[in-house]
């Protein structure tokens, strides 16, 4: 079955995936929940390491 994904890195980085999964969608209506899950999986992720967390300048790294 799937994997589960617990890292943040991790959670950020599939939310990327799935945006670009969604522009590649053949329907307006997948591309859309496709979107949708890409959003709460980064507010998911960054809820998780928290704005003042030692884990921000890390996670902000991997962005650069």
Known sequence: MGQSITSVVDMVSMAGELRRAAKLAPQPE?????Q?????????ALAR??????????LLDTFA
């Not at 949708?36 to 998911?44: D, G, I, N, Q």
């Not at 390491?49 to 890390?58: E, K, R, S």
């Open 30 to 34: 997948l591309a859309e929940k496709i």
């Open 36 to 44: 949708r899950s890409a959003s709460e999986m980064e507010k998911t």
């Open 49 to 58: 390491v928290g704005q003042t967390g030692p884990g921000i300048g890390t």
